[in-house]
């Protein structure tokens, strides 16, 4: 009964943040308009072609990247193996303009600016999402089973081919569509790392919206773009899962190519952390700490305005909020999808990923306007959106252990007398650990690295990092270069902070 | 298809589990082997198969030495405790599986197939979802499976464990009756004397564990 | 049923009474004790700016913002009649027709203080301009004398073969800077923009997505390899201002400015249509160009006041150049061709 309650709380939430700001903003500029003509404008098919072949080669090289760690932080005990999850995970939440910087850097010229720099932001950011996925799934694979194929004369590569790859599908494909899509309606690194020539639809959306007074055309390539993501998603046929044992097997011990491996790309990832930390020393003339001075001293005496304080407040409250809602929600929400298939499911959980940052803050404020329903400005709408955009990934990250989860098991309980609330505490709950700890890093993390959403709403006094990060940015000067990487910093503690308290509580 | 294995040793996670452990097996009969649990029973097995790394000895099939042989490759099959049936695949395809794998083709296959099914009593079973088989037809399929490549030995870790002893019984004098017409050597391992009885020619036991490095 | 009557009728005499005052919209009676300033995420005055205000007229000011001028502009015109605020700031000379169109403001120009009469003509008589900024070519004094290059002095120096490969500017279509150079250069040149545009394509200009990314990753004072970029008159004051270490007093400024290709920027204030406190609006605007406000802007925004009686202080004077002509085009102009001149401008000098 509760269940059912929070699977229509996910719906009105997706409802209230995304779906009637479309719907809203779709009738108050479509009236009257060709919804035909944007088509053919200048750049719009470009565009649409651009996000579906580099979204396509991003997903690709982000998954072969993934999958080898994957693979190996889900068969073997690697030392450090919660710290090498960690920090695979920290990449999504940097902002991208602070990643950008650092890319750009990083990059040898020739490829600065180009679609090869695109692609490798596009793995950096989701290599995450790939790990954070497959892992939990993989590791349901129990060993013997493998071992089984071996003794059925099945060499690697077939096992690979034969037993792995089918049981991994469903998991390895929905992480495959969830890159895929957050690849192919990228904005941020498109426009920083492909150079102003290239755009991805989302792109192109917000040009016609802000730079372009197109607000109609911006709307139907919304809608469009939204429409055909929520239809991918409905149509990606979740193939039938099998309920394989959630494996207890101990892990090995790693090899030690492995560890190394694994280690050597953590490491390689480091380093665009590595760059943005290092970046808030460096002024124009040298090495200075006063980047750092500003943001604990909130820019008194340094002309820098930044209450980083009152930020990281802002920023800690929201993440909280956010995942308070979107995490149960989603939970809820996986479980109705696989116990009753529904269609619906699906729509609700797949609606805010394809949906254009800047359609939606438009729809919001032309649709929520009116009387008591004029919640323009309000501070929670900030959590609430957040909490839109990270309920897809909830959704994700959990479903393939709720489809694992053997019914055997809750029916045991049943027959020793729980509850249906009791067997959802004691039997799924704690074998859902560690896809909750997945969901709630998921949700904690993009909270604190939206930008998009955050900065198009219209806020009083609630700034968040990022947004503090981006006006800093904004301003000639050393030192507000050198606050503004300082301040990303602060952001890269409170993101590991985050992901190890939630997988140290999940856990223990 | 004789057995021999000499010497074997094996250390795990730095326990040594087998220590100098010797046996042979003539073709076509079975040996037991036998102990109280924790003297490494299951890991004879799969020391045998490939499955673990050797300290050191040696393990034969045919005089030839395959202790540095793939698993893949050792044409050993192995009956597991908890049948580890594929669970993407159904009855049909978990038996032809290993048939799969040597590249057969399908008339081949579905006629082998349907051989191990009338053996093992589950011709009507063919296209069942393995997730829905009980215990007793679970461990059938698992037999079947693993005969189906007609693997030079067989073996069978604790195969008759949760069954009642009416269905214990049933299995167990079919798993004699099948080695039997099959010519199939193996080694069975079990705790339970009937078992030996019924199934094996020749025992060995191994010492219980000690806490020895 | 006689009884009932005089009750019905005080009943709906009263509710029509607190319907029509709940709903009245004129404020010449009753102030208000919050005003809403709706501007971008970079407007930043310091703490206490609006204090006066409030101590004149007993009304808080709250800032609320969201996104750049460019979004601002974009939500005012969803949101015309029924805004988000009171007053906007931020509204510049090449997004005002689209303001204007959209009719999202309700005509104000205040006269409560001295005005640049340039400034005050461009608002269309409906807006005040608040501050301009001249957005110019800057180059890196120590980058340049690296190369033993002397600084450029004009647009042809620019796509001078000596001066090949060093020049980085923002997108026209995707930052504000960048569309205010491309209409310098359609000021300057007329309708032969384009072959200059060709010019400096064949000369090697970067161009890339935004001002922060220009100057920050490409520009050579921060790690780049491109000495020539494009920014503002005020950027050498800020770049005293907030070096690091700090500049001694007497020092110059590490950057220059190429003050013929300057392009001004005027930013405007206006009341927004459809606010429930009109009269209140026009104080907060008149008081956006007060002395006391205005002389707030040059240190925290970077921009110079529209009020000519407020003296700059001393880092303008010493380290940003007097445009004494910048280029300019007229606001409806802009208007007319934007589109035109940024679909042939991206023809050629984006990939």
Known sequence: ?508 | MSLTVRSLAVTLEGRRILHDVSLHVDTGRTLAACGPSGSGKTTLLRAIAGLVAVDSGTVAVDGVDVTNTPTHRRSIGLVFQDNQLFPHMNVARNIGYGLRVLGWDATRIRARVDELLERVQLSDRRDQDVATLSGGEAKRVALARALAPSPRVLLLDEPFTGLDRPLHDQLSAMVERVLRDTGTTAVLVSHDPADVEAIAQSRIDLPPATNAP | MSRIKPLSFTILGALALAVTTASCGDDSSSTPERLVLVAYDSFTPPEGAFDAFTAATGIEVDVAVGGDAGELVAKAALTAGNPEGDVLWGVDNTLLSRALDADVFDAYVSNAHPLDASLVAAGANTVTPVDFGDVCVNYDIAGLKALGLPAPESFDDLADPAYSGLLVVASATSSSPGLAFLLATVAEFGDDWPDYWSRLVSNDVLVVDGWSDAYYTAFSRYGGDRPLVLSYASSPPAEVLFADPPLPADADAPTGVVTSTCFRQIEFAGVLRGTDHVAAARLLVDYLVSDEFQSLLPESLFVYPANTATVLPESFVRHAPTITSPLVLDSAVIAANRTAWLETWSRIALP
Do not use: K
């Open chain 1, 1 to 508: 009964m509760i269940a059912r309650l929070r699977w229509v709380g996910a719906t009105v939430l997706v409802a209230v943040a995304v779906l009637i700001p479309l719907v809203g903003l779709a009738v108050d500029s479509l009236r009257g308009s060709d919804i035909t003509a944007v088509w053919s404008r200048s750049g719009v098919s470009e565009a649409v072609w651009f996000s579906l072949w580099q979204g396509a080669l991003s997903t690709l090289a982000a998954v072969v990247v993934g999958l080898a760690p994957a693979w190996a932080l889900s068969r073997f005990d690697l030392p450090g193996r919660r710290v090498a999850l960690t920090a695979l995970t920290i990449p999504f939440v940097l902002p991208t303009v602070v990643v950008g910087a650092a890319f750009l850097a990083a990059l040898p010229d020739r490829f600065d600016r180009s679609v090869l720099a695109i692609v490798l932001a596009h793995v950096f950011f989701n290599v995450s999402v790939v790990v954070r996925t497959v892992v939990p799934a993989w590791s349901a694979i129990d060993e013997h089973l493998l071992d089984a194929a071996r003794t059925l004369g099945a060499s690697p590569f077939t096992v690979a081919r034969t037993i792995v790859w089918p049981l991994l599908r469903p998991a390895l494909t929905g992480a495959a569509g969830l890159v895929f899509v957050m690849c192919a309606t990228s904005y941020g690194v498109v426009r920083l790392l492909g150079g102003p020539g290239r755009s991805t639809l989302d792109v192109e959306i917000y040009r016609r919206a802000v730079d372009l007074a197109d607000v109609s055309g911006a709307t139907v390539l919304a809608v469009a773009q939204s429409l055909v993501i929520v239809a991918l998603f409905a149509v990606w046929s979740r193939s039938a899962t099998h309920r394989t044992s959630i494996s207890t097997a101990r892990r090995r011990r790693a090899p030690i190519a492995v560890t190394a491996a694994v280690w050597t790309l953590v490491a390689s990832f480091a380093t665009v952390p590595g760059a943005l930390v290092l970046a808030s020393f460096r002024s124009a003339s040298g090495w200075s700490t006063a980047g750092w001075r500003a943001v604990f001293t909130g820019g008194d005496g340094l002309r820098v305005p930044v209450d980083v304080g009152d930020a990281i407040v802002n920023s800690l409250v929201f993440a909280v909020l956010a995942a308070l809602v979107a995490v149960p929600f989603g939970v809820a929400l996986a479980r109705a999808a696989v116990s009753s298939s529904s269609r619906l499911a699906d729509f609700v959980a797949s609606l805010p990923l394809g949906s254009s940052a800047v359609v939606v803050g438009l729809g919001i404020i032309v649709t929520y306007d009116t009387g008591v329903f004029d919640v323009r400005g309000e501070w929670w709408l900030v959590p609430l959106v957040h909490a839109a955009v990270a309920l897809p990934f909830v959704v994700r990250a959990v479903i393939p252990m709720v489809e694992a989860i053997p019914p055997g098991l809750a029916q045991a309980a049943a027959t020793l007398g729980a509850s249906p609330g009791r067997r959802w505490l004691d039997i799924d709950l704690p074998l859902l650990r560690p896809a909750l700890a997945t969901a709630s890093a998921f949700s904690l993390t993009m909270s604190i690295g939206e930008f998009g959403a955050t900065s198009f709403l219209t806020r009083r006094d609630t700034t968040t990092l990022p947004i503090v990060v981006d006006t800093l940015l904004g301003r000639a000067g050393s030192l507000p270069h050198m606050t503004a990487f300082a301040v990303a910093s602060v952001l890269l503690v409170l993101t590991v902070v985050a992901v190890t308290t939630v997988d140290r509580s999940v856990r223990a």
